[in-house]
């Protein structure tokens, strides 16, 4: 089934290449992480998938991941977006490698998908076929193993969630009970990659059934 793709801006992105040693005791950074990296978007799930690929690809480690309130709709500044991300390496280059990748997840990889025709109504139905170690450590996982990341408004995540459950041999790790910061819900589970792939269509198909008759039970 092919929906319109609804894709995160990315808004903003720095490197701090040698951090105050203040500000590393606040974000707890151990002794050899010198460097940090930040980036703001418009959409946070894209963002914390984001997060996880660039464990993948380079020496760093997710510091600090937060969703804000009310979603981008309602930032507090024009780079401000819906979400910020931190990573910390022990160089630059280190640390700007994972930004790269960062970014080639929100451009090419990640993506929301519209049930409408104003993109105002959409979904999550991403399939991680071999976690890094933020997602792993999130679901308590092992890094490597396969995840659905399903997200939807609150009543769509959880009726979806269900279909989801039901239709493949998966396990749900965490349950993002609605509302969330954003007002979505939804929630993380594991299987083989392709258990995973038939959940993610089945939280798809289920939810875009019921959108054609919301108020049938």
């Known amino acids: ?25 606040k974000f707890n950074l151990t002794s050899d992480q010198r460097s940090l990296g930040f980036f703001t978007l418009t959409i946070d799930d894209v ?33 401000s977006g819906e979400f910020i991300g931190v990573l910390a390496g022990p160089t630059p280059e280190q640390v700007r490698s994972g930004l790269e990748a960062v970014q080639t997840t929100i451009e090419s990889e990640a993506y929301f998908e519209a049930l409408n025709e104003d993109h105002s109504h959409v ?7 071999r976690t890094g170690s ?30 989801a459950l ?15 910061e954003t007002n979505f819900g939804g929630g993380l589970l594991t299987g083989s990659q392709s258990a995973c ?15 054609k008759n919301p108020l049938r039970y």
């Open 1 to 25: 089934m092919q929906l319109p793709r609804v894709k995160a801006e990315l808004l903003a992105m720095r490197v701090i290449p040698n951090v105050d040693q203040g500000l590393a005791e």
């Open 47 to 79: 963002g914390y998938t984001a997060l996880d690929e660039a464990t993948k690809y380079a020496d760093v480690d997710v510091v600090y991941a937060k969703s804000f309130y009310a979603g981008a709709g309602h930032a507090s500044g024009p780079l």
């Open 123 to 129: 979904l999550y139905a991403h399939v991680v076929s």
């Open 134 to 163: 933020y997602l792993s450590n999130l679901a308590g996982i092992n890094e490597g193993d396969s995840l659905a990341y399903l997200i939807a408004p609150p009543l769509e995540a959880i009726y979806g969630l269900d279909a």
């Open 166 to 180: 039901k239709a493949a041999d998966v396990d749900i790790c965490v349950l993002y009970e609605p509302p969330s």
């Open 197 to 211: 792939q038939a959940a993610a269509d089945a939280f798809r198909e289920t939810i875009v059934e019921l959108t």
